[in-house]
């Protein structure tokens, strides 16, 4: 018996949402009497934190501190339409759309503290503390609670602000097949190191390296926190899930989470992380999206590092340790490539 | 079927319940008491997430018979918290980034309280093995087994 080490490498290339129906996501930010700020949306959080990313966004383009901003995204049925939270597209999408209606209501919101100064609109700015003054002049200054007061109770305004996102729609060209499916593209690039015991099969994975380029970080332990834990989804896909293990009989399928298998705590091994940003031009303050993409690049990097160990090329997903044992005796043993 | 009484305290507090014969203990918690802080994943042993404690031991509440807690005395993440306060370990799972979607986060909780409580400076590889029979799926354990070392005072590193 022997475990033989092998390094794999992949790199990706990720669209960022999908061009179904122009992909569009809706979002209406209000002020309160109070002067927080309420961001709707029908867009939901599945932990990935898109409550974080929208509330900084929404504070960033409003000009307010992030603790005035409460995102509500409690209902599909009475919220603004959106998509979903898929295809990573909640911080391109979803925050583009929370962009465009933060600055309607800023207008709005600029407005109405002109109105109270006595000044033109186009002469005030935030101070991002939740307040408005004249530019250069701060002493002439007004608090968003009392330009929202005002609006509601004296003026008759609402500050509020209407925002979508849509791709327009790209249709196939019949002569070439040609088309633009997305608008902006997320890279990576992985290198992972495993061990394959040829007596037994299994694959121990033994560290990750990885650089992801996603555009701005709009918060960057949330982008951090993704990757780390996709990392280990991408792994999980490689090597373990599957509900079809004899496809096409479905008779000794996993029935659950016992027999359904997947990395527990000891099974996972160090990860270093480089996050590159190059700031896209249609994103929300430059961003993209980490989204799928931290998964992606795992699989064929774990791959390509079976192969670099043993010499075997399994291209059926999850690589188990009986397809390995089976690999590696076609061949008539384990060959170990050249170490890259 | 007829029904048992069944008397046992419920984080620091007596409660008093009747339960049909082969009530888990989960159950008993969620519908009969109303803690709804042990979440049902399986319902088989599996995934963690229904971990409670029982007398200061790890159990999982979803293959516990009700009716075996009689007398004894039941902690759930429900104890953790004290009035606004979190308990260092929920500080540290926060400060940690150590939850997602949060659905493992109770069953993490216990199984953390549980180590700590019986050794309060556990190595990596203690952590580890501590919250080996928890599944979590968005995180990839690391952050967690950070927020655990970072609890008892050990290093939060890789």
Redesign the interface.
Known sequence: MTRHRGRGIASINYPIGMNLGGDPSQALVHSNPSGKFTVALSSID????MKSVTRQICAETLGVPVEDVYVDTADSDTGPHCMGSFASRGTHRVGNAVMAAAREARGVMMEAAAEELEVNAADLETDGRGNIHVKGAPHRSISTKEVAIAAQFKQGKTISGRGIFLVPLSNVDPETGEMSPATCYAHACLVAEVEVDDETGEVTMIRMDSAYELGRALNP??V???L??????GVSHALYETPEPYYPDPIHGPR???EYV?????D?C??DIAVLERPAPDGPFGAKGPGEMCANPVLPAVANAIFNAVGVRIDDLPITPEKVLRAIKAEGGARPQARR | MAKTALQFRHNGSDVAIFVDGGTNLLVALRELIGDMTPKF??G????GTCSVLIDGELHLSCLTLAETVAGRSVETLDSLKQGPNLHPLQRAFADN?A????YCTPGMLMAAKALLDRNPSPSRAEV??A??G????????????NAILAASGGRAS?
């Open positions: 599945l932990g990935q934190g332990r949330l951090e926190q993704q780390v834990g996709g990392a280990w989804m659950d989470f016992v997947m990395p527990g705590p000891g996972i160090p990860h | 994943g399986c088989q042993g599996g995934c980034f939850a997602q979607c949060g580890v093995e919250i080996s928890n599944i979590c799926r968005c995180t990839g354990y690391e952050p967690i087994i890789a």
